[in-house]
């Protein structure tokens, strides 16, 4: 299976976070490069990709092996080693990163603190050069790191065929919905004319719905945004009545029915913020109800 593409995985000390981010001129590319684990580390492979790279990768890592002795033992039973390209990140934030001979060119790879960025059938070195800048450069959780790494490399020229798939893999401990798993965020564009840039949307979606509320986001419903609120449920039908900026247990109660439709419980809920909203909440609100 040959996955011709770029990626990177890293690792985040302060979030606590592993993850991979990958796109490329090949269908559901996020079913195939991205693996990771969380307190064990991360795995992408490509190019004549061999997809037990990934589970094995993990497997050895979390028996207490490095990065590059993991890699070591990935490679020394492969007959196609000079075919593939693998990238490692462990559970300290070592890397280990294969770019095999016959890989297609332009291919290579380039490490940095916590992070690893590789490619293979580029349009030249600029691309990876341009994702360790992009990554290190940019703002916000590691997610939009990740995605950010990938964006800069598509425009410094990315997979030379073109473009069609990206997908973004990160876990935290217990960072699944609701606790129960790892995967924080598991993101993918399976097939698309511009799947980074849509990838960075969904990437903005899973923050608006997933992302706990920052305490200075908080601010109280007033008489003004408790009218607001009111005009919204009434238009939306939700209620009936008028609007007096009264922001009773029947508003609180209608407004819950509200939230929970668009699906942000997440930012929302009578226990926690029965006499509040979140900014991001209601800026969004604004939008999409006009």
């Not at 490490?111 to 994702?131: K, P, R, Y």
């Not at 590691?142 to 473009?163: I, P, Q, S, T, Y």
């Not at 217990?174 to 564009?189: P, T």
């Not at 009111?230 to 922001?247: K, R």
Request: charged content about 25%; glycine content about 12%.
């Amino acid at each position: 299976m040959a996955v011709n593409t770029f990626s990177i995985v890293a690792h985040c000390e302060n979030e606590n976070a592993w993850g991979v981010a990958v796109a490329s001129k090949f269908p559901a590319v996020g079913a195939v490069v991205p693996w990771a684990r969380a307190g064990i580390g991360a795995v992408a492979t490509q190019s004549y990709a061999k997809l037990s790279f990934g589970p094995d990768g993990l497997a050895l890592m979390g028996d207490g092996l490095a990065a590059e002795a993991a890699l070591s033992r990935l490679l020394e039973d492969d007959e196609q080693r000079e075919s593939r390209q693998v990238a490692l990140v462990d559970g300290g934030g070592s890397l280990a990163v294969h770019t095999g001979a016959d890989c297609h060119e332009w291919a290579g790879h380039k490490t940095g603190t916590g992070f690893s960025v590789q490619g293979n059938l580029l349009t030249g070195e600029a691309v990876i050069d341009a994702m360790a800048a992009g990554y290190t450069q940019a703002q916000g959780e590691l997610a939009d790191r990740l995605v950010a790494a990938l964006r800069a490399g598509e425009h410094a020229g990315g997979d030379r065929r073109g473009k069609q798939s990206a997908a973004v893999l990160v876990v935290r401990p217990a960072g699944g919905y609701g606790g129960d798993n790892d995967r924080y965020l598991d993101l993918r564009v399976d097939d698309a004319d511009e799947p980074v840039g849509r990838l960075l949307d969904l990437v903005k979606m899973h923050h608006l719905y997933f992302q706990p509320s920052k305490p200075e986001d908080i601010i109280r419903i007033d008489n003004d945004i408790a009218s607001e609120l009111q005009a919204i449920m009434i238009e939306q039908g939700y209620m009936t009545g008028e609007i007096n900026g009264d922001w009773d247990e029947v508003c609180q109660q209608v407004f819950f029915m509200l939230i929970g439709n668009e699906n942000l419980e997440m930012r929302w809920n009578l226990r926690q913020h029965r006499y509040a909203i979140d900014r991001v909440v209601l800026d969004y609100l604004r939008e999409r109800f006009g």
